[in-house]
């Protein structure tokens, strides 16, 4: 039982665990699942929390990728439904704060949200 490989499957594809010695966020070599598109497979568990996030986790943070392209990509697969998930992965070092929200961007937001509600009701009422 110890010597068998767990490879992750996607895409018909295989990725088993690869040791890579070249990666933005540490000096050592780092276990992987591989590459995609160049960048680094990491699955979940595996990516350093306080150096790597994805959007989402940079946004709850108060940050933004701020043009930085993303260093790895993050792969979770639900048990229950058999779903996979790809999510892209930042430097939070290389991330910038959020810009503030000024008065004319909250009035283009609510502008956009009243035409969206509007839209969805007169859709909604000629449906029926």
Known sequence: MSGLRRDVVMAGKRFPWVWVESVPWATGTVL????????????????PREKLATRRQLRARGLRPGGADPVAVLYVKHRASGRRNFASLYLVSA??????????????????????????????????
Not at 97 to 126: C, E, F, G
């Open 95 to 128: 991330a910038k704060p959020v810009r503030p929200m000024t008065p004319a961007r909250w009035a283009a937001l609510d502008k956009a949200n009243r035409a969206r509600r509007s839209r969805r009701y007169t859709q909604y009422r000629h449906a029926a």
């Open 32 to 47: 992987t699942r591989g590459t995609v598109d160049g960048l680094p497979l990491l699955t979940w568990g595996r990516a």
